[in-house]
């Protein structure tokens, strides 16, 4: 084999169908907010594709609004939210978020934001009890991510909905669920949540393309200012090219995604049963979402495995892509309280339907033989 694209977490491949879809849409260049017929035409492909993304979601397709990404559908959740609503409690937090909400907060906190961060337990999950703590006093709005980015694991939303709910039945509640739609059932309104942030490339659409659920419209201010496009709440010229991919993979997954989901776990158990054995240590919970698998290779440095890996192309990541090229150790390794020499081992391998069991198989015969092989190397530097 060539390559085993292992790093799902961070993006996914274009579909074949969503590369036919956009290959199809190129000549669709009419502004969807022109009157005339050209204009009409990419309208309803903004619908068509709204609906699709809608359904994914089990929401209403009145209540998405498109953003070009992640990171844009947090800050729109997050400060939109509160440039809406007047200061009258805390904001919560985890700590183990994807930077994109992380560092919101802590932009907040700077402006005079009360910020509660809530730890996380050993197997990297919020802390029921420190939220009980948060909420004795006023709260105005709760951000938990849906699943962790580095670990997978899967945070107890329902229990933290019902509890914020009992407590303050006021507070806004969000979600970063991009690591969520499409690898594990996610439902917002079922839930109760108010808001929540999704992205087309973690679910093999296009990059620059994305999502946020809000319950209410009037919940939020824009955080972009013009024409009022997307209801008013993020004006610019629609990417209409992106969120017809999205849309596209968002049907896909639709279609597909009881099977996707039994694919991606055979996978997850493979790649386990593989690890047994080895001198390394599965930090992922055992109820993870399946597509993500975090594990430490103690005595090891993880760039350093990385490197190996891809030199024999199996690609994988170290944590979260956002941050990890700036050489520090996992904030979400820190929150659960890990040494560091586990820390400094950790390897991400995140899996898609579009892997094979052949894939990881061969990724399992790279990961043994590059340790055999650092082992050597470090075994005659220390004679």
């Not at 329902?158 to 709910?165: A, E, G, H, R, T």
């Not at 659920?213 to 997307?230: F, S």
């Not at 993020?234 to 997954?253: D, M, P, Y």
Request: charged share 20%.
């Amino acid at each position: 084999m060539e390559q085993v694209y292992l790093d799902n977490a961070a993006t996914t491949p274009l579909s074949p169908q969503v590369i036919t879809a956009m290959t199809a849409a190129m000549s669709f260049y009419a502004n969807p907010s022109s009157l005339h017929g050209l204009g009409v035409e990419a309208e309803k492909m903004l619908d068509a594709a709204r609906a699709n993304a809608a359904r994914l979601l089990g929401v209403s397709p009145a209540s998405l609004v498109f953003t070009s990404g992640g990171t844009e559908a947090n800050n729109l959740a997050i400060k939109g939210f509160l440039a809406r609503s007047p200061r009258r409690g805390r904001i919560v937090t985890s700590s183990i978020e994807h930077p994109s909400v992380l560092e919101v907060f802590k932009d907040l906190e700077q402006q005079g934001w009360e910020v509660l961060r809530l730890p996380v337990d050993a197997q990297g999950k919020v802390q029921i009890r420190a939220l009980e703590e948060a909420l004795a006093q006023p709260v105005q709005l709760v951000s938990i991510m849906a699943v962790n980015n580095e670990t997978g694991a899967i945070q107890p939303l329902k229990d933290i909905v019902s509890l914020v709910k009992s407590r303050q039945p006021g507070a806004c509640i969000h979600a970063d669920a991009v690591q969520a739609l499409g690898k594990i059932p996610f439902h917002p309104a079922e839930l109760g949540i108010n808001l929540a942030s999704v992205s087309a490339h973690k679910i093999h659409g296009p990059k620059g393309s994305g999502a946020l659920y809000a319950d209410r419209r009037d919940l939020l201010l824009p955080l972009l200012w013009g024409g009022g496009q997307e209801g008013g709440l993020r004006s610019g010229t629609e990417n209409v090219l992106g969120i017809i991919g999205f849309g596209q993979a968002a049907l896909e997954l639709t279609e597909n995604l009881a099977g996707n989901l039994t694919h991606v776990a055979r996978l997850r158990s493979q790649f386990l049963k593989g690890l047994q054995g080895l001198s390394c240590k599965v930090i992922s919970p055992a109820d993870a979402a399946p597509h993500i698998v975090a594990v430490s290779f103690p005595g090891f440095r993880g760039e350093v495995l990385l490197q190996a890996l891809s030199a024999y192309g199996v690609y994988v990541s170290t944590g979260a892509a956002c941050s990890g090229k700036k050489g520090q150790l996992s904030h979400v390794a820190e929150a659960m309280d890990l040494d560091k020499k586990t820390a400094e081992g950790l390897l991400r391998f995140s899996f898609s339907a579009l892997n094979t069991e052949a894939e990881i198989e061969y990724a399992l015969h790279r990961i043994k033989q590059v340790l055999a092989e650092l082992a050597f190397v470090r075994g005659r530097r220390t004679r």
